[in-house]
């Protein structure tokens, strides 16, 4: 089955600080990723969608100079949370579709952020 | 925009109670739907999705059905077992709109007593 894998599970930085995180298929070929949020109140927040060999669209309240992505292969992707602040506490997950033509996703653990 | 409407915020159920979670959908296009479940630590797991209306999806014993008439892809389980305790989530993918993005419910959190 396909499995997505996330690192690290949890994290803990100080304020203004940043932390990178990672994203990894196993078992298929992640031709696109999705960076979610999840706030403490579960709901979920798209952040960008990234496809391989294509340009990384960010969603409005999220920007490539505060969430910097890269999907430089099928298997693998990570973003950045810079200068974190506690508005950027969550769980972020990676969502990875099998081909351009898949409309599931399949999510990994999440890495939790915390912030203080 | 498209969107996922759960009615029920938290459900209490005894073990071997019938389950239902509403699921009410807006799109414009014609999504697939999605029910995803997510324990205490997790990433959301995929339960099951139906892409055409009257189309089932079934896993672990829930189901639900497509219905384009009622916008409706409502949760249900026959016997609800406390390992069956999580958030679920009802979630809509609409690539007609040019997107893939998944349009996620608020969520429904299951309880089940023993």
């Known amino acids: 089955g396909a499995l997505v894998y996330q690192y690290p599970r949890r994290t803990i930085c100080k304020s203004g600080t940043s932390m990178r995180m990672e994203c990894q298929a196993v078992?298929?070929?992640?031709?696109?990723v999705a960076w979610y949020r999840q706030s403490p109140q579960k709901t979920f927040e798209l952040i960008a969608l990234?496809?391989?060999?294509?340009?990384?669209?960010?969603e409005q309240n999220f920007t490539q100079e505060k969430f910097p992505i890269s999907h430089p292969n099928l298997s693998f992707s990570s973003m950045t949370v810079l200068n974190a602040y506690l508005e950027d506490r969550g769980l972020y997950l990676c969502?990875?579709?099998?081909?351009?033509?898949?409309?599931?996703?399949?999510f990994g653990p999440g890495t939790r952020l915390l912030v203080l | 925009g498209d969107s996922v409407t759960q009615t029920e915020g938290q459900v209490a159920l005894s073990e071997e109670d019938f389950l239902t979670i509403h699921c009410n959908y807006s799109?414009?296009?014609?999504?697939?739907l999605f029910w995803y479940v997510q324990y205490p630590g997790e990433g959301p797991q995929l339960l099951f999705r139906?892409?055409?209306?009257?189309e089932k999806g079934s896993s672990r014993g829930f189901e639900a059905t497509y219905d384009k008439g009622t916008t409706s892809f409502h949760l249900r389980k026959a016997s609800v077992q406390e390992s069956d305790s999580a958030v679920y989530y009802c979630?809509?993918?609409?690539?007609?709109?040019?997107?893939?993005?998944?349009?996620f419910g608020s969520g429904t959190q299951l309880t089940v007593m023993p």
């Open positions: 969502g990875a579709r099998l081909g351009i033509n898949q409309d599931t996703q399949y």
């Open positions: 078992g298929f070929q992640a031709t696109s």
């Open positions: 990234s496809t391989v060999n294509s340009a990384i669209k960010y």
């Open positions: 799109a414009s296009g014609y999504p697939t």
């Open positions: 139906a892409s055409r209306d009257k």
């Open positions: 979630a809509l993918s609409d690539g007609s709109s040019g997107s893939w993005q998944l349009i």
